[in-house]
């Protein structure tokens, strides 16, 4: 709630920042009052991460000013910023995994001696932790921690260097329900000792719910900057993309036909040798999306690994269209139709440095319209064939021959949608698929999902987003730890509360103990 | 046990030049920058070392002068590698042969000359302990400086301020920029240094190991110490180790090839790669998937703050 009439804690005016063909930022204006929470909501690649990147000093403007708490300033670097009292929490955080969670909130502490008083740091975290509520072992190495938990790490590291303005950047991608509310509590503490937040998000609801006034930016430039009260949902989005946008996904019903995917008694490792699948079974029937819930980093990544054939299994078998595929080469999955859509675009999904027709040529290359003699590849049938699908999938991009480093989130994802969903998959496997996209690019996965869901495929979506799960799916499916927590026919028959619990272990069976005779108990199939 | 005493002693002796280049690479590596020049450190540290001490009879005046020149050659390392974003393989390969090179060209007049250069100062009391004073405590002072050094640098890396600097950059160097450090001062900073622990390896060679110059004397040792970064898992204790296991085999061979068996020359001179290839062979399928334990996330991978990588 804005405070009496004083000095605002950040000025910016007039912001202009350019990289290589893309103006990022346009004369962009923006202001923070001492006790609110300012969001900045835009799509994909509207220029907001550059916005905050160059209030932190990462990002240099090339022309504006900045003034916080009414004091020119010219950042040099980041430790400018940190002087004047700026706290960042990056997208993609800023944490080296490596080190504990106290040598993180240490790394960059200004002091005289070479030494580190180790105990008073930690002291220092656990009194910030005790009085916003933000639970994190001090001494875990950070590697080993969730990605909500790192969120915490972040959030404590601004906070122990009294950042009177804290910026996140879309903080709440990749946290469970519970961990965003308890991150909002949070928010709310920080503002209410007077500080300033900005906060970035994609999920219109929580923006609605956490700010004080709200400023969109649209291609690098600001549409608007208003209080919560005068906009709507529908509003924010109209502003965001330029045009009415529906929220609903339209789902038909549909009939499930055959099992095409049949996975049993599944045991998977992890990067680091420990089993992180245990004997996880299930079907995803034609013409059938089924929901995996589950919170991120259980499981569920090294699963679908598994299930696509790029990940080695320890135990069980997996059939598609009734074909055992378990040790088989990764290309025999292709050509039976399994189609995959990784959580980690820029590493499992498309290669970075590569060009887009390069990308799009990756899981096919090998096919006979692609090449020349069987061995020589085509690039033209290959440009011709990128073309055709970026223009139907309405791919934003520089140019074909860019590296798809160049695209922004949302444009990535299409691209690998792109790529995945041409020639009718028989199964469909997406994880995360809408994570970091805006409104308007979350709406198009959607409802490419489903559509190939109508096409019949059968489509496994693995989600943390209980509301993404519980709208698209046919059935739901929750893991944790590796296991099968339980599986629910009926969608309607589940609250967002109670799949919440069974992503923190508890078994469907548990909280319903009179619904003993389950239809279907996959761990038991003989 | 008599008889290995001389042999440990000597593994000690001609483990330490590895030792000083290891503990420098280390460093050097911890903050993301890999050096492959090291062989050419050495022999430049070497020739150095050794013109400096005939010049002026002082042979710390030497180790002096090597550490800067190994450091001044870093330098263009540092800067193709941190401010340009060049290959780092290139480049080390580059400081590698230059210093081959340029060593066995300035060293010409030096050929056949000697200095006094270190003695062996044996430490009072500790010398007498039983096997280990003759094996440890029976040496000249680059010895003793050695083992203190690596004692050092473990402590420093692992608990001061700027140990905990030197780990973040050379695994995210965004996270230290961000957190409002330099990172490349950072890389700039222990590329010299590490450089210049490279080139006092190298002095040893010529000032306590043999007290004489000659043309690529390091003989390999440089490459050695590439690999032993790895094998330590670049931590400086395990250093020590893996300096003395390859001095020892070094030590091994000559003393094989003194004792006069038919046993052919070539292959004993093979020994250390050998023998560096079997452990590189046994510690990467120990940790499996080729994963590192310890090997810096961002080794070799420039970084420059508004790039996009
Ligand atoms: N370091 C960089 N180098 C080159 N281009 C960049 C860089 N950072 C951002 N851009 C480009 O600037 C534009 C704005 O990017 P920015 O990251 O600010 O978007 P955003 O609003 O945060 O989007 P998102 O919701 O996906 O996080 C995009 O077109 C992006 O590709
Ligand atoms: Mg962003």
């Excluded at chain 1, 049949?262 to 996880?280: I, K, M, S, W, Y």
């Excluded at chain 1, 899981?363 to 692609?370: G, Q, T």
Aim: hydrophobic share 45%.
């Amino acid at each position: 709630m804005s405070t009496v009439q004083q000095e605002p804690l950040v000025t910016m005016r007039g912001i202009e920042k350019v990289f290589v063909g893309v103006r990022a930022n346009a004369e962009v204006d923006f202001d923070l009052d001492r006790g609110e929470v300012h969001t900045l909501l835009g799509e994909n690649g509207a220029g907001k991460s550059t916005l905050m990147n160059i209030l932190s000093g990462l990002y240099t403007p090339d022309s504006g000013s900045i003034a916080v708490k009414g004091l020119p300033q010219a950042f040099r670097s980041p430790r400018d910023a940190i002087r004047a009292g700026i706290g960042m929490v990056h997208q993609h955080f800023m944490l080296v995994p490596t080190l504990s969670v106290w040598e993180n909130v240490a790394l960059g502490l200004e002091g005289n001696s070479i030494l580190m008083d180790k105990d008073l740091i930690v002291k220092r975290i656990r009194d910030i932790q005790d009085r916003y509520g933000i639970h994190v072992d001090p001494m875990t190495p950070v590697w080993q921690i969730s990605i909500g938990e790192q969120q915490r790490v972040a959030i404590i590291k601004a906070l122990y260097r009294n950042a009177e303005i804290l910026i996140l950047d879309e903080p709440t991608s990749v946290l469970t329900p519970q961990e965003a509310r308890a991150l909002f509590e949070t928010i709310r503490q920080i503002t209410a000792e007077r500080h300033g937040v900005v906060f970035i998000s994609h999920k219109l609801d929580e923006v609605m719910d956490i700010s004080d006034r709200i400023t969109v930016l649209r291609k690098g430039r600001k549409v608007a900057t208003l209080p919560v009260a005068e906009v709507t949902k529908e509003s924010l989005a109209e502003m965001m993309v330029g045009r009415k946008v529906v929220f609903q996904v339209g789902k038909t019903l549909q009939n499930p036909g055959r099992v095409a995917l049949e996975a049993r008694d599944l045991v998977v490792r992890g990067d680091r040798g420990r089993t992180r699948v245990d004997h996880f079974s299930l079907d995803v029937r034609q013409k059938e999306l089924l929901g995996l819930a589950g919170v991120s980093g259980n499981g569920q990544e090294e699963l679908c690994d598994a299930l696509a054939g790029i990940r080695k299994i320890e135990a069980g078998s997996i059939k598609v269209d009734g074909y055992e595929l378990a040790g088989r080469p990764i290309r025999e999955f292709q050509k039976r139709g399994v189609s995959y859509i990784p959580a980690d675009r820029m590493g499992t999904g498309l290669v970075r440095g590569m060009n887009l027709r390069e990308n799009i040529a990756l899981r096919k290359y090998w096919r006979k319209e692609f090449t020349r003699f069987r061995f020589f590849i085509h690039w033209e049938n290959i440009a011709g064939r990128t073309g055709q699908l970026v223009e139907r999938f309405g791919v934003v991009h520089p140019g074909l021959g860019y590296p798809a480093r160049m695209l922004s989130g949302g444009n990535l994802q299409k691209l690998m949608l792109a790529r995945e969903l041409t020639d009718d998959p028989k199964v469909v496997i997406a994880v995360q698929p809408t994570w970091g996209l805006d409104v308007s690019a979350t709406l198009f996965v959607r409802e490419t999902l489903l559509e190939q869901r109508d096409k019949g495929a059968g489509v496994l979506l693995v989600s943390d987003d209980l509301e993404e799960i519980l709208s698209l799916s046919d059935r739901i499916a929750v893991i944790h730890n590796g296991r099968l927590m339980g599986l629910v026919e009926d969608p309607d028959s589940v609250t967002e509360e109670q799949l919440g619990l069974m992503m923190a272990g508890t078994c469907l069976e548990e909280f319903r103990p009179h619904s003993a005779e389950a239809p279907f108990a996959p761990g038991k199939v003989v | 046990m008599e008889v290995l005493i001389p042999i440990l002693a000597a593994a000690v002796r001609s483990g330490t030049p590895i030792l000083y280049a290891t503990l420098g690479e280390i460093l050097t590596e911890r903050s993301g920058v890999q050096n492959l020049g090291l062989e050419g450190l050495m022999l430049m540290g070497a020739f150095m070392g050794f013109s400096v001490t005939h010049a002026t009879g002082n042979p710390w005046l030497g180790v002096v002068a090597a550490f800067v020149k190994g450091a001044a050659i870093s330098l263009v390392h540092a800067f193709l590698s941190v401010s340009i974003g060049a290959n780092q393989v290139v480049s080390g390969l580059a400081v590698a042969m230059f210093g081959t090179g340029a060593s066995a060209l300035l060293g010409r007049k030096m050929v056949g000359l000697t200095v006094t250069g270190f003695g062996k100062i044996p430490v009072p009391v500790l010398s007498g302990i039983p096997v280990i004073g003759p094996v440890f405590f029976d040496h000249d002072p680059l010895v003793y400086i050695s083992y203190g050094l690596a004692f050092f640098l473990y402590w420093f890396i692992f608990h001061t301020r700027p140990g905990l600097n030197l780990r973040a950059v050379g695994e995210s160097p965004i996270v230290v920029d961000a957190m409002g450090l330099s990172a490349a001062r950072l890389r700039y900073v222990y590329t010299l240094v590490g450089g210049g622990l490279a080139a006092v390896g190298g002095s040893y060679l010529s000032l306590a190991y043999t007290k004489m110059w000659s043309e690529g004397m390091s003989a390999g040792r440089g490459w050695i110490a590439v690999a032993l970064v790895i094998f330590a898992l670049w931590n400086p204790v395990r250093a020590i180790l893996g300096s003395y296991l390859f001095g020892g085999v070094g030590a091994m061979q000559l003393r094989i090839q003194a004792a006069g068996t038919s046993f052919p020359a070539p292959i004993l001179m093979m020994m250390p790669y050998i023998f560096t290839i079997l452990v590189l062979l046994v510690i990467s399928v120990k940790k499996g998937k080729g994963i590192l334990l310890g090997s810096p996330g961002a080794l070799g991978v420039p970084y420059s703050r508004e790039e996009r990588t």
